[in-house]
């Protein structure tokens, strides 16, 4: 099984694609899928085709595999998510997106803090990092509100963390980064099990939004529910 020596063709190794139907998780791994993969995303910086072919053979073995195929494929999934900024095919764009959804979706919750952390937030090349192009920042937003509501626990545990990140994201130079990092601060901020602070949420948000404007309405607020005064 040499998918890897293909030659990116305009046929995208569709054989070789849909040979995967008969492997089992363990010959997938054994043929080492990572590097095939890799080898697609990274060494063809200026055919499209190969990058696409490389999004499409992730696609096709976390549609058949699911879960099982997260460990095999971790080491993918930033460079799928900078795919989602890719400045050449709109296609690469597009299906990237619908990939890095899909391999989120496969991770279990006990595992979405590792995920958001090494793949959202440390290093240069994480999504959340200033040098990323605004469309994987985007994806990568909707990634997190979307861990919000699959771990709500094991991401209130990251609040103290997430929450600068985010403040920091919502004065980008990018309105569409503005608005998805509000959002998802909103979305990440209901998972906290307090109820007494659930009012509160989307004042805090605009303070961080418009600042001057809203200090004193902020204020106001928190001594109205929280202050005998």
Do not use: H
């Not at 791994?29 to 190969?50: G, H």
């Not at 619908?98 to 937030?121: D, E, G, H, N, Q």
């Amino acid at each position: 099984y040499e998918i890897k020596e293909c030659d990116w063709s305009s046929d995208v190794c569709s054989s070789d694609l849909a040979s995967l139907e008969k492997f089992t998780i363990e010959q997938l791994v054994a043929v080492d899928a990572s590097s095939i993969v890799l080898k697609s995303l990274l060494e063809q910086p200026k055919n499209f085709v190969a990058r696409e072919a490389g999004v499409t053979v992730v696609q096709a073995v976390v549609e058949k595999f699911g879960a099982q195929c997260v460990s095999a494929f971790f080491q993918t999934v930033q460079v799928v998510l900078q795919l989602v900024g890719d400045k050449k095919s709109g296609s690469v764009r597009e299906l990237s997106e619908k990939v890095s959804v899909a391999l989120f979706k496969a991770v279990p919750a006990s595992v979405v803090p590792v995920y958001v952390t090494k793949f959202l937030i440390e290093g240069d090349d994480a999504a959340f990092a200033s040098l990323s192009r605004w469309q994987t920042k985007v994806c990568a937003l909707k990634i997190l509100s979307a861990a919000a509501e699959k771990a709500p626990r094991e991401i209130e545990a990251m609040m103290t963390t997430l929450v600068p990140v985010l403040s920091d994201m919502m004065w980008d130079t990018r309105k569409q980064v503005q608005t998805q990092s509000a959002d998802t601060l909103e979305d990440i901020c209901d998972s906290i099990d307090n109820i007494d602070l659930e009012p509160f949420i989307p004042s805090m948000v605009e303070a961080i939004q418009k600042p001057r404007s809203e200090e004193r309405r902020v204020g106001k607020e928190c001594r109205s529910r929280w202050s005998p005064y």
